[in-house]
């Protein structure tokens, strides 16, 4: 098993920016794909962005041109650069990982986008 460790969330005004950083407690390197999910209050959890171990990235609807993921393997980490951000991104951020052994996720960051 493998723990996840988020952080970067907080308040953004509408159109700031923020880096989620989410690391991990070992090499991520065989991790088979990595990547962010948001869960926004009432509402279902939705994948946001991830990257696999290829390096290849997909991205949801709401992410697409504004958001980044990237991966550091010598740090055992992956960020999500969000940009021109927006009410509706107000959520909480969870990074997850899946590898041979299964799925597991981090306890979350909470992205508030207000004015």
């Known amino acids: 098993q493998v723990q996840l460790v988020e952080s970067g969330g907080g308040l953004v005004q509408p159109g700031g920016s923020l880096r989620l950083s989410c690391a991990a407690s070992?090499?991520?390197?065989?991790?088979?794909?990595m990547g962010w999910y948001r869960q926004a209050p009432g509402k279902q959890r939705e994948p946001v962005a991830s990257?696999?171990?290829?390096?290849?990235?997909i991205y949801g609807d709401s992410a697409k041109g504004r958001f980044t993921i990237s991966r550091d393997i010598a740090k055992n980490t992956i960020s999500l650069q969000m940009n021109r951000l927006k009410p509706e991104d107000t959520a909480v951020y969870y990074c997850?990982?899946?590898?041979?052994?299964?799925?597991?996720w981090g306890q979350g960051t909470q992205v508030t986008v207000s004015s």
């Open positions: 997850n990982a899946r590898d041979s052994y299964g799925l597991n």
């Open positions: 990257i696999t171990s290829g390096g290849t990235t």
């Open positions: 070992r090499s991520i390197f065989n991790m088979n794909i």
